[in-house]
């Protein structure tokens, strides 16, 4: 059998993980272990580009991130999940590649301008934050990653990695890198509860770390299709943020029946969420077991990382001597 394709991902920790982090990103982390070797590590420096006027919580966001990875089945015998402030090769080449960057590549990276206007309650104008695809770049050539999974609004990042690298080799007249590509990874609608994207911003989450209890509570008040007002108007499951959790949970002839159920007025909202909760408690219950358990042994969780750092550091530092010779940095 061939070497497996390596590929790379990485997440911000910036708080509990919530059902839309699961099912746009971390469900596929899960099954494509088998296929490549992965490498999937904590972000935290790219938390710190938005989030460092208050870095407060850092740690507690990192070891909950893991967990829920853990608990959601990445598995550190087949990926290894390591933590980038743990590898400080990233900021050396990082800055490296910052010499070889035309600021306007940086500037007309479409979501360095949205995030901008998003959070516009924080001060982004920062030398940190317009750099952090260069940063992005750095993560996944260190490695020599062939893919990057990611969903459509990445896909712009990666180009601008492969213009990088492009350059990179161009100037220094090597090999060193190779150019990533997307992995498209195709991601399901996931709403808040409020109909909006899941978000923390908005309040609208459910996590993967709330109890069954907890979902409950959030899963019975929420919005539905707004034109259904009593039980006996018909509704429509395609405006209702509940049909697209059945969609998610509910196997397919359920979903058909309620559907039509939904149509016809045959089927009220409060039944139809508690058939939800039925599947989801299916699907969530033995990740939340997991979770408990592992969020119990936070030792364990630190030294999974700190094994998986050390192996991922090893590739990142191989990379950074071809990296300097290229770069007459080697003496
Ligand atoms: S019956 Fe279900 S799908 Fe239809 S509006 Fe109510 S909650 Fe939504």
Redesign the pocket.
């Known amino acids: 059998m061939g070497k497996k394709e390596r590929v790379l991902s990485g997440m911000r920790p910036s708080g509990r993980l919530h059902l839309g982090n699961y099912h746009g990103a971390l469900q596929n982390w899960v099954k494509i272990q088998n296929e490549y070797d992965c490498h999937f590590f904590v972000a935290d420096w790219h938390s710190l580009t938005t989030e460092y006027a208050d870095p407060s919580n850092l740690k507690d966001w990192v070891e909950n991130m893991v967990i829920d990875w853990l608990a959601c089945g990445l598995d550190p015998k087949k990926s290894k999940l390591f933590i980038q402030s743990w590898v400080p090769e990233h900021a050396e080449l990082h800055l490296l590649l910052s010499m070889i960057t035309p600021i306007s590549w940086l500037e007309r990276v479409p979501s360095y301008k949205e995030i901008k206007e998003q959070l516009s309650n924080k001060d982004l104008g920062t030398y940190g934050f317009l750099g952090y695809p260069n940063l992005q770049t750095a993560d996944i050539i260190i490695y020599n990653a062939s893919g990057v999974p990611v969903g459509e609004d990445q896909v712009a990042h990666v180009e601008l990695s492969r213009e990088i690298v492009r350059r990179f080799n161009f100037l220094y007249k090597k090999d060193v890198f190779k150019e990533p590509k997307p992995l498209l990874t195709l991601t399901p609608k996931v709403p808040g509860l409020d109909g909006r994207k899941m978000s923390k911003s908005y309040n609208n989450c459910i996590y993967i770390s709330d109890t069954k209890e907890e979902t409950h509570k959030k899963i019975m008040p929420a919005v ?2 707004p034109a ?1 007002k009593r039980r006996d108007d018909p ?1 429509n ?1 395609d405006v ?1 943020l ?2 697209d959790y059945h969609k998610l949970y509910t196997p397919e002839a359920e979903q058909k029946e ?1 559907d039509h159920g ?1 149509r016809t007025a045959g ?3 409060v039944d ?2 508690k058939k939800l909760l039925v599947h989801m408690d299916k699907f969530w219950d033995p990740i939340r077991e997991k979770r408990v358990a592992i969020a119990k042994k936070p030792k364990k969780v630190w030294d999974i990382v700190e094994d998986g750092t050390k192996k991922a550091r090893k590739v990142a530092q191989e990379t950074m001597l071809k990296v300097r010779e290229a770069m007459k940095v080697s003496y």
């Open positions: 539905t299709d259904r509704g499951p209702c509940v049909f309620i939904c089927i009220g909202c139809c969420k």
